[in-house]
C-alpha cells in the first residue's frame, strides 16, 4: 500500500492551516480531522482537504494509506471540526473504479499544494493513468451520522 511520509516543510504549512482551521478559517474546505487512534485508542487530529461531488462530501488521502486513513478504517467515524462547528460523520470508502472522476476534482482544487504526490499525475492525466493510480488514493465519502 502507498504512504508517503509528509516532508519536513509540509509540517509547518500543515501546522498553520490546523491552526486556521482549528479557529475556524477554512482554507478551501480544510477541516480538522479528528478520529480515535486504533492502537492508542486516543483521539487523532489532522488537517485535511473536503470537496463535494453531485452534492455528496468527501476526503481523499493524497499521501496514500497514510496513519489516518488506517485510523478512520477501525474506527468507523470521525469528526470534521470547522472552528466550533463540528460535523460527526461515518466514512463509507469508495471503490477504485469509481475514483476516477473524485481524483480529477480534487487535483482541479489542490494540485498547487498536493500535486507533488501524484507522481506527475494531473487532472487531465488520460483516463487510464488515473484509473491505475485509483488504488493508491483511498477515498471516503462523509455520510452523516
Do not use: C
Not at 487530529?45 to 499521501?63: C, D, K, M, S
Not at 488506517?70 to 470534521?80: F, M, P, V, Y
Not at 480529477?104 to 489542490?110: N, Q, S, V
Amino acid at each position: 500500500m502507498r504512504y508517503l511520509a509528509p516532508k519536513r516543510s509540509a509540517h509547518a504549512f500543515n501546522k498553520v492551516a490546523k491552526w486556521l482551521t482549528a479557529r475556524g478559517i477554512s482554507l478551501l474546505g480544510s477541516r480538522v480531522l479528528a478520529v480515535r487512534g486504533r492502537k492508542s485508542g486516543e483521539i487523532r487530529t489532522t488537517v485535511v482537504n473536503i470537496f463535494t461531488h453531485e452534492g455528496e462530501q468527501y476526503l481523499l488521502a493524497p499521501r496514500g494509506h497514510t496513519q489516518w486513513v488506517r485510523n478512520l478504517r477501525a474506527a468507523g467515524e470521525g469528526e470534521l471540526r470547522l472552528g466550533r462547528r463540528v460535523q460527526r460523520f461515518a466514512p463509507v470508502e469508495i471503490a477504485d473504479a469509481d475514483k476516477p472522476p473524485l481524483i480529477r476534482i480534487y487535483l482541479r482544487k489542490w494540485a498547487w499544494e498536493v500535486g507533488e504526490f501524484f507522481d506527475g499525475l494531473t487532472a487531465d492525466s488520460p483516463d487510464a493513468d488515473v484509473a491505475a493510480a485509483a488504488p493508491d488514493f483511498p477515498v471516503f465519502r462523509i455520510a452523516p451520522r
